[in-house]
């Protein structure tokens, strides 16, 4: 092999390996009391409520209205005498490689990665009380991907490059679910996340608009279905819109993610870049609640998407008539929310000037001097039209009202 | 570096001490945790007592998003009585959800809630019944005694299951956790569910002692009352589509029986309405089963009422949120005739609206107790004058606001917290004044009028006594107070018919705002009909109801969430028309 001379390194990698995860509370296999003489919190026990509720074990028995009350105990979590670790077993395989003295150069990794026996708690029916939480372990799930990375670097006369490249994708799957997980992730009665990847996107499919009376009537059931309205889809054809009008609606996870690093010089000058984009995946835009619905967050200011919202006489839109109230129920998830999460972005850009060492030879205080101004976030490209556009912000920030600040640093660096 | 070192020493020595110890010991994977309480460590007789006062505690563990102990949102503002009220309609829109009915949805996160409450408050019930069922007479005295307890409070939590849901599933102190998800909601038939509720409060009554020692503790007339009202709910059959399709004598009969146990207790009627509704006469001689609530007591805010905490008006005294007001129609069923009785078809012709029209009016003096109306005393303050500006949102709900279950603004029982108000005042789930409608109920239904009247009777002279703290200072009422005893051959011919209607008409009255209407409109089969009518009036009145519609062989009962369907699999039936 030393006598190859355009390759200059080629170096093949493979691993394999088992790790637990750690991610679980204390003496979790144990069925647990507490007491709770009486702090104030969550009334609920599977969803959120407002924290002024009683919850607690105490009670005034002897009808004093004050003073000090008698206080028992609540089940705070449950016993799973099966409880055991959660194990993901990966396989790595590599290449590395060096062409033409390392002029090019960069490597190429596989990998599949099986995760069993995940740890979850999961919801529970009510039937079961209070404190029915219990660890268990889950579903299998099943993860495969890959990533390229290739640079070139060389010079040519006062030119010198360097250029580095990377692309990868992966993607998961739940290959196991049994019964006791399934109300830990989407789905409903009739489908479960089985095949689906953990980051799938579960919901209603908005069909349009209703358009006037007679698109209500002729339309399945729908509680506050009217004109101007979001359509949602019978996807079972029962005549009524229901929780078994839902579906899957894409990943979240892209199918592509890539970068391009661009280093060059020329001379005294350099000039640096990065880029940055994924594509494919589609991301869930909740700012849509405070840009085409005044009735979800009232009192919150409302953007210009608004403006354009569905009227008798603006009907060709497809943002839902104003509305103060959600008698539809459009805050309920579906593919309204679901937009492109495909971008590209310039993450930052640098360009540089190094004064001359002949220029300070006449002094003894400075060794160098470079000028340069630098910029980061410069530009982000999105899908801006056509079907499931992106309406936001920014799609990497799907939900995040604000933008990315776009900042432009110049400078100077002196070295004494 | 030293105290590491140190540290990495004890680790070693600690390492080592635990594998001398682990070779004596065949368990010692085995871990007992110490400071963590373990089902083993509550088998005493004290602990089982404790496991008791838990499961009491369950009544009034809630807050205004998530009622239990007040009933304001499931049946006062579901029915012809009362408004959401708020900021705005969409303030806790999902109250809106159902004033409205038709925008009820099966997946309402309020629905899933209010379950998952009740039944943690059963599964209490259920744990406390198991530690007791585990001690031994010897050991523990009280063994029947809070025996009967649990098996009331289950009870309790079971009926306000079943006249949210319908159909539930019942859980035995004996099913193991995991079995639960496998109990079925239609298991029983409607009938023999409300059996199965019945059961156990007749265990209770048989089982507990007139006197339990305890204000706060359950005895026998708690269980014979709340008996007699299950029997009455049971009595009136329903088919599937919620339809009420005959009225079971067998069940009147034991009504009245249950009843008749139930005021054979130690309780009388309060002398003046209004001392239901204070909290210097809470757990007075009318009170038969309340949620005791509490103040001072050590806990972080107090046991308080925080169901009904949004519901002060937004007087600089209280400051939030307007809740729960009464509807126009509420307001003007309280007026009388020249006879001083009700107007049974007539009272919402015309509207109650000015201070002047409270004057020229005959008046059933419970509307000063039940309703807030600007120009009179609030909430029995000769002094406090309820003014309009105390009112929030006039444009969408009106002028009027809710007195039951606010207390004066100098009251001893209300704690500030956050920007709402909680209150120790009970709340009272049994008042003798409803044992005794439901036995009127049942010797009508049963064809016995005349021993009704005077049950009814008794409660209408109450309320024309019941004016003293409804005046101004100067002495002078508020509105003219025109109340008077039905007098067959006088006033009225008291035939079955009639005095049904003047039975319904009592209930509304005497119960105005507590949270009770909607529960007695579909237990006799005119939720529909009532509502809907209202509805087509009311909605010229308050723009916010112009699509309201209640929706017959559904809208009776709540949808089974559709969470717990999902979560038990699809094994939960939904209720019919969802």
Redesign the interface.
Known sequence: MQNVGWLSDLKLRSSWGITGNQEIG??TS??????N????GQ?????N??S????????????????????????AQ?ANPNLKWESTREFNEGIDFGFLQNSIYGSFDYFTRKTKNILVVP????????G?SETVNGATKSNKGWEFAIGYQNHAGKLTYNIQANIFSFHDKITYLP?TV??AYP????QTILGHSSFAQFGYVVQGIYQNQQDVTGHATQ??A?PGRLMYKDLNGNGTI??LDQTWLGNQIPSLNYGLNVDLGYGNWSFAFFLQGVHGGIVSNQHKANTDFL?LN?GVNIGQRALHAWTTQNTGSDIPALS????N?EE?FSSYYIESGSYMKIRNARIGYTIPAKALRNQHVLDGINLFIMGENLATFYKKHGDKAFTGQDPENPGNNYPIPRRLTAGINLSF | MKAYRNYKSAILLLALTSLTVASCSKNFLN?N?QG????S??TTPT?T?????????S????????MVSSQWVWGSIRSDEAFKGGG????N?QF??YE?Y??????M?SN??I???L??G???A???LRAVEAQTTAAYPQKIQREAECRFLRAHFYFLLKELFKNI?F?NENDA?DS??L?SNVQYSNDSSWGVIANDFLYAAQNLPANSG????ANKYWAYAYLAKTKLYQAYQQDATNQVTGIDQGDLAAVIAYADSAMAGPYSLDADYADNFTFEG??GPESIFAI?????????????D?AD?VNYSIASQYGCCSFHLPSQNMVNAFKTDANGLPEFTTFNNTSLLTQNDFLTNGIDPRLDHTCAIPGHPFKYQPDVIFDSNWVRLPSVYGYHDNMKEIQPATCA?LVK??P?F?S?K?IDVIRLADVMLWKAEALIQSGDPNDALPLINALRTRAANSTGKTRFADGTAPSNYRISTYQPGVNCTWDQAYAFQALQFERRMEFGMEGTRFFDLVRWGIAADVLNNYIAVEKTRYNFLA?AQFTKARDEYLPI??????????LYQQNNG?
């Open positions: 204390d003496i144990l069925a647990l009391y507490r007491t003489y009486g702090t104030v009334t609920g026990f599977n969803q409520t407002a002024y509720g009683n919850n607690g074990t105490a009670y005034d028995i002897n009808g004093a209205g004050t003073g000090n009350l008698p206080s028992g105990y609540v089940l449950a919801p529970y029916a009510g039937i079961e009380g209070e029915e019964a399934v109300g789905g409903n009665v009739q509680p506050g009217a229901d929780a009735g009232p103060l109230v959600d008698n129920d309920r | 871990y945790p963590a309480v373990t089902a460590d509550l602990a007592d404790a496991l008791v006062i838990a499961a009491y505690a009544l009034g563990n809630d807050d205004w998003e998530n705005s309609i969409t303030d829109g809106n959800q409205q038709n925008l009820i949805t099966t997946d996160p899933d809630l379950w998952a409450t039944y943690a059963v599964a209490r259920n744990t406390a599933p859980a956790a639960l998800p109990v305890q204000v706060g503790r809470e757990n005791q609530f509490s103040v001072a007591d050590g806990t972080q805010i107090g046991r308080l925080m905490a029982c917290v956050g709402f909680g120790s009970n699509n969430p559709q969470t717990e369907i999902n979560l038990t699999h699809g969802w």
